[in-house]
C-alpha cells in the first residue's frame, strides 16, 4: 500500500513537472482558428508575429531564409520541413518554444484548406 501511493504521488510530480517544460509562448492571442484560413490575414499574422523577426528578407537574417511572403510560407510549408519544427518539442520554431496551440492549429487548417491566399 505504501508502495502504491509512492507510485501516485511520483506519478504527480512527474505529470505536473512535464506540463511545466512544455514551453508554450504566450503571446495572449486566444483567437478560435478561423472557419476558412487564409495566408492573408491569418498566417501572415502569425509569421509576422512569430518568425520574420528572423526570417526576414535581410540576407544576413539569422534564420537563414525568409517566411514574408505567400510564395515563402507555401514553399516551406508544403515541401519542406515548416510544419514539422513548428510543433517539434526538442527544436520548436521559433526557437523559444512552441506557439499557442490555435495558432499552431491555425497552420494545419490552411493547409486543410488548400493554401488560400487572400
Ligand atoms: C530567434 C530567431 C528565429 C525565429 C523567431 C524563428 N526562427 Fe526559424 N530558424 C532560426 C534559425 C537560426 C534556424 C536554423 C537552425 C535550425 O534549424 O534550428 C531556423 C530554421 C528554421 C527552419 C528549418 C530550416 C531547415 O533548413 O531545415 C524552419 C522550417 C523554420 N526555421 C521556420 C520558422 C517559423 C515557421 C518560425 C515562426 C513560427 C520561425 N522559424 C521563427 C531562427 C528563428
Given at each position: 500500500?505504501?508502495r ?6 511520483m506519478?504527480?510530480?512527474f ?9 508554450v509562448?504566450?503571446d ?7 472557419e ?6 491569418d ?9 520574420e ?6 540576407p544576413?537574417?539569422p ?18 520541413n ?6 517539434d518539442?526538442?527544436a ?6 512552441l ?5 499552431r ?14
Amino acid at each position: 500500500m505504501k508502495r502504491c501511493l509512492f507510485l501516485v504521488v511520483m506519478t504527480a510530480f512527474f505529470a505536473h513537472w512535464m506540463a511545466c517544460t512544455e514551453a508554450v509562448i504566450d503571446d495572449g492571442n486566444s483567437d478560435p482558428i478561423p472557419e476558412v484560413v487564409k495566408y492573408d490575414p491569418d498566417v501572415k499574422a502569425i509569421m509576422v508575429t512569430h518568425c520574420e523577426g528572423c526570417h526576414s528578407d535581410e540576407p544576413a537574417a539569422p534564420g537563414g531564409f525568409p517566411l514574408t511572403t505567400y510564395a515563402h510560407v507555401k514553399n516551406w510549408t508544403e515541401n519542406e520541413n515548416l510544419v514539422d519544427r513548428v510543433n517539434d518539442l526538442a527544436a520548436p520554431m521559433p526557437p523559444g518554444g512552441l506557439m499557442p496551440e490555435n495558432e499552431r492549429l491555425t497552420i494545419d487548417q490552411w493547409i486543410a484548406d488548400g493554401y488560400l491566399e487572400n
